[in-house]
């Protein structure tokens, strides 16, 4: 029975009754599973991807599904299956983009979604499948977490070890405003409805030694979200992402926290569409463009007001 007070809310209740979930299984003889909501117009063939983090499932993002579907994006949100290294990963989902039969996306990744997107951007580069990237809090570099070493021994610690490493990032929410602290709460729920190969495999790609090759995205559409407040990315692995990716538009939250597509998603949302706006006229438009002609994308401006945020986007 959920408890936190997201699970409980109206709009979550809306979103389960009406987005039906799916399970998807790509690889032969095998038993894992992609889970994903898939929502909007499907005439639409290039959708927008979102990544989770490690401690994520499907639905967190469950906030750009309902608003951008709404505006006639098509959206997709996944949730992996049991993958134990980064070429398992990329190869399992371009198997899974052919089965959707998509040639080209855009990928939202938060924290360890956007270096998996960035390593799939990166694994695909010569016969390119990710049109552009929105990282939110992530990273380009795992030493950045210093576990490379422990990774190696994940897979067989027990599941309540697991998620108390995972949640010694979580800020407590008692120091947190209102919504954060909603958010965190969230979170925690969706931790522990992961099993233990779940979130060993997600914890062991996150943390085994790897990194980004920027020259190989060089050509890719960039935006950067983080922000302001306490997250569990610090302020040197934000600059390392700024380093990499000097020409990315860059997307600053004055607060937000770890999840900010749950605490701040007006403001999220159309920092997607802010980013996706510049594919609309072209072949790679996530958007229905009947949909889009009607309500306009400058109309997302109005769930989150820039004079109340002026730091709220700025360019490089």
């Not at 010694?168 to 958010?183: C, K, V």
Request: aromatic residues 10%; hydrophobic residues 35%.
């Amino acid at each position: 029975m959920p408890t936190s007070e997201i699970a409980k809310s109206q709009e979550y209740q809306s979103f389960r009754a009406s987005v039906s979930q799916h399970k998807v299984q790509v690889d032969d003889g095998s038993n894992k599973e992609w889970t994903l909501y898939d929502a909007g117009p499907r005439c639409v063939r290039c959708p927008l991807v979102c990544f989770p983090p490690a401690s994520g499932t499907a639905d967190i993002f469950f906030k750009q599904i309902l608003g951008l579907t709404a505006r006639g994006y098509r959206v997709i949100s996944m949730e992996y299956p049991v993958l134990w290294s980064l070429e398992d990963f990329c190869e399992s989902f371009r198997k899974l983009l052919d089965h959707l039969k998509l040639d080209r996306i855009h990928i939202f990744g938060a924290s360890l979604g956007g270096f998996l997107a960035q390593k799939f951007a990166e694994y695909t580069y010569k016969s390119p499948r990710v049109q552009s990237i929105i990282l939110c809090n992530s990273f380009v570099d795992t030493d950045c977490f210093q576990q490379s070493q422990s990774s190696t021994t994940y897979w067989v610690l027990p599941g309540f070890l697991l998620k108390k490493m995972v949640m010694g990032n979580f800020a407590s929410a008692r120091l947190l405003d209102y919504e954060i602290a909603n958010s965190v709460d969230f979170m925690v729920e969706r931790l522990d409805s992961l099993g233990q190969s779940e979130l060993a495999s997600r914890l062991t790609i996150n943390c085994a030694s790897s990194y980004v090759e920027p020259q190989k995205l060089k050509d890719m559409h960039v935006t950067l979200i983080d922000v302001f407040d306490n997250s569990a990315i610090s302020q040197s692995v934000k600059d390392e992402m700024y380093k990499c990716y000097p020409d990315a538009k860059r997307a600053h939250l004055k607060s937000g926290g770890n999840f900010p597509y749950l605490s701040r998603s007006d403001e999220v949302n159309l920092h997607i569409q802010i980013h996706l706006r510049v594919f609309l006229d072209t072949r790679y438009n996530a958007c229905d463009p009947n949909v889009s002609e009607e309500n306009g994308t400058d109309n997302g401006a109005s769930t989150s007001d820039s004079s109340e945020h002026p730091t709220l986007f700025a360019s490089k």
